[in-house]
């Protein structure tokens, strides 16, 4: 608050500067309770940040945790013209096949025409099943008829294609219609006519009439095992994708070959390391976060002054509890075996968890059920350490947060009471220093007149 510019009216005293140094006094209890307010509001940051890391490490484990998170496998393959890829329960294997043929839709053409040859504008589609599904369109027009086809349900599109002019000029079109799935199922005949006339042999086949033509028929995939033994099995599909060839295998096929092509599935090794090491890096990753955090540092002054400042998660219990439920959740045992059976150990030299690949690797390769089991175990802990921690409503961390964002508020709500407190006192002072001047100001007037009084009387006499 400005002052009211009473300095040294008749006393000659600093009255502004002496209101400040009087007020910094005043305010040492509102000094008090903003540092804790902002020590409060960075513990209060640093647990936020803290349990998003947790949060993010829950749903890591969570997802390790599951049966088959190791199990992941590399095919390989003889040929560019045979893909693979694996899904949960694929296994160890290999396969000879040879491509017999890609799946395709059927396509076909309609001859050259201006508009329908027929009022109204009717066709009948047969399914390769059988199915009989009659289209009549809202003209004769060619893009009625498009757009009929298009929308009858009977899995055929249609598209209408410039073709020239007739003879007259006119120009002229065609349609090309093309089955909406792939595969033998996939096939169509079309006639000019209703379903009855279709049915009674009356209606002419519209591919068949000259100008006419099948672009493609519609066809399995199909693959031949075991080629050229007495094993030989042919295998289709109406995609150019064989699911379950091996167990937890899609094949995928995108032309056909003359050579058996030598499909291999072999256990990833790598990549089922790095689940396990993502999971430890995750935790890793927390307990470094609160080791920093709780860190006290060192700083000196201009003064040579040494000043020791705890870390922001220096002596707090609900930090030191999660370092300790995470290092029981990665080390103790599972089903009386030590974790470092599978390569997961202290690392001596950095204090962190740390995972030995080629040992984890080789437990993988011995006994490939009992690592699965004791990452599965191992991820479990974490997850569930994690979820306590972390959950949303119920979690330790941030039930502590929502306290400590509690505390943070009530030390503000005094902090703005306190400075209407230091406000009226600033007044209070400012009101007493002015009325000290009025009265000075006063006596000084008296003092003067009664000064001439007695000089006045002084001259008299004389």
Do not use: C
């Not at 508009?115 to 009625?144: H, I, K, Q, Y």
Request: glycine fraction near 8%.
């Amino acid at each position: 608050m400005a002052s009211l510019g009473i300095d040294g009216l008749v006393s000659g005293l600093d009255t502004t500067t002496l209101i400040n140094t009087l007020m910094q006094s005043e305010a040492v209890p509102q000094t008090i309770l903003k540092n804790k307010a902002t020590a409060g509001q960075t513990l209060v940051t640093a647990l936020q940040g803290l349990n998003t890391k947790i949060a993010d490490l829950a749903t890591l484990a969570t997802s390790t945790a599951k049966a088959g998170s190791l199990s992941l496998f590399t095919p390989t393959s003889s040929s560019t013209a045979v893909t693979a890829t694996t899904a949960a329960g694929a296994v160890s294997g290999s396969v000879d096949l040879v491509v017999g043929a890609t799946a395709s839709s059927k396509t076909a053409v309609t001859a050259a025409m201006t508009a329908w040859p027929d009022s109204p504008a009717t066709l009948t589609f047969v399914s390769a099943a059988g199915t009989r599904t009659e289209v009549t369109a809202a003209s004769s027009s060619l893009d009625d008829v498009v757009k009929a086809v298009n929308s009858s349900g009977a899995g055929v599109s249609a598209v209408k294609v410039a073709s020239g002019k007739d003879a007259s000029g006119a120009v002229q079109y065609r349609l090309q219609l093309s089955s909406q799935k792939s595969g033998a199922e996939g096939g169509f005949d079309v006639f000019r006519g209703t379903a009855a006339d279709v049915a009674a042999g009356t209606a002419p086949d519209l591919i068949a009439q000259p100008g006419a033509a099948v672009i493609s028929q519609a066809r399995d995939a199909s693959i031949t095992l075991w080629a050229g033994t007495a094993a030989e099995q042919v295998v289709r599909s109406s995609s150019n994708t064989f699911t379950d060839v091996l167990p937890g295998v899609s094949v995928t096929v995108s032309a056909t070959t003359t050579e058996p092509v030598h499909l291999a599935i072999a256990r990833d090794a790598t990549a089922a390391t790095k689940v396990a090491t993502d999971l430890i890096a995750g935790v890793n990753g927390a307990l470094s976060l609160i080791s920093s955090r709780s860190a006290a540092t060192t700083s000196t002054s201009s003064t040579g002054t040494t000043t020791v400042t705890a870390g922001v998660f220096g002596g707090n219990s609900t930090t030191r509890g999660i370092t300790q439920r995470l290092t029981d959740a990665v080390l103790s045992p599972v089903d009386g075996q030590s974790p470092s059976t599978i390569g997961i150990s202290i690392d001596a030299k950095t204090g962190q968890f740390a995972v030995d690949a080629t040992k984890f690797a080789a437990a993988l390769a011995a006994d490939p059920a009992k690592v699965q089991a004791t990452m599965s175990a191992i991820a479990a802990r974490v997850a569930s350490t994690s979820t306590s921690v972390s959950d949303r409503f119920d979690g330790t961390l941030t039930k502590t947060i929502t306290g400590q964002q509690s505390v943070v508020k009530d030390l503000t709500n005094r902090v703005s009471e306190w400075d209407d407190r230091l406000a009226a006192r600033r007044a209070g002072l400012q009101k007493t220093y002015s009325a000290l001047e009025t009265s000075l100001s006063a006596l000084t007037a008296q003092q003067k007149y009664i000064s001439s009084q007695l000089a006045t009387l002084s001259t008299s006499s004389s």
